[in-house]
């Protein structure tokens, strides 16, 4: 067995299964998909830590059990279409391609994009769509999703990003209250108005497009 597939088990076991993620399709998706290839060659080694990992251009690949808790609050099981928020280097987009027909991911950087395509490539999966745009303006042309999860912390989020969503549908992020306060928030739009439960306390970077 390969090193990086010891690695991955044994985060799935130590940092997956003990946060209380119960949905069993996700575990497995997380279980089987080759982080290091979404992360810089030099940090391929640790690809499995227990923290954020700096990809470039001001994105970050989530801790593992941060990012399985916000994929796990949205709806899995509308298979329908994700918005993907600061995609990055694709890692976020490969996951929710599981889990909906269709992945609209947009990223900002265009040399984050074209690794995206790339690393999409490599696994075989075709349907995702990496658009260049905003962040903070999201994708109005396929709207409106089932859900929408954006792949970091953002200080605020702009209203026309709920106007994307559909009914019953929900959005992920983390939202930075202070520069050492954040929290998970999943937010749920039902009848066209938004309400907004917290997850889990967390302090990461911001992303600066928003």
């Known amino acids: 067995m390969e090193s990086f597939e010891i690695a991955r088990i044994n985060m799935v076991k130590s940092q997956i299964l003990p946060q209380n993620i119960t949905n069993q399709a996700l575990v497995d998706i ?7 290839i979404f992360v810089p060659e030099e940090k391929q080694g640790i690809s499995y830590i ?3 990992i700096n990809v470039g251009g ?7 059990m941060v990012f399985a808790k916000m994929v796990e609050a949205l709806n899995l099981q509308n298979n329908g279409s994700v918005l993907d928020i600061a995609c990055g280097t694709g890692y976020s987009s490969a996951i929710l391609a599981n889990f909906f027909k269709k992945v609209v991911a947009v990223e900002s950087n265009t040399e984050l994009a074209s690794r995206a395509h790339l690393n999409l490539n490599k696994l075989g999966i ?9 962040l903070a303006d999201g994708y109005e ?3 409106p999703y089932d859900a929408i999860f954006i792949n970091g912390a953002v200080k605020e989020i702009p209203q ?5 969503l559909l009914d019953n549908g929900k959005l992920v ?9 954040a929290r998970v928030v999943v937010f749920t739009k039902i009848n066209g108005k938004v309400s ?5 306390d967390i302090n990461l970077p911001i992303i600066e497009d928003f």
Do not use: C, M, W
């Open 30 to 36: 997380i279980a089987k998909t080759p982080r290091q």
């Open 50 to 52: 227990d923290g954020s």
């Open 58 to 64: 001001g994105r970050y690949l989530l801790p593992p």
């Open 126 to 134: 075709d349907n995702v769509f990496i658009i260049g745009n905003n």
């Open 141 to 143: 042309e396929a709207a």
């Open 160 to 164: 026309k990003l709920f106007d994307q």
């Open 173 to 181: 992020t983390i939202l930075s209250y202070t520069t050492y306060s």
């Open 196 to 200: 907004g439960n917290d997850v889990l």
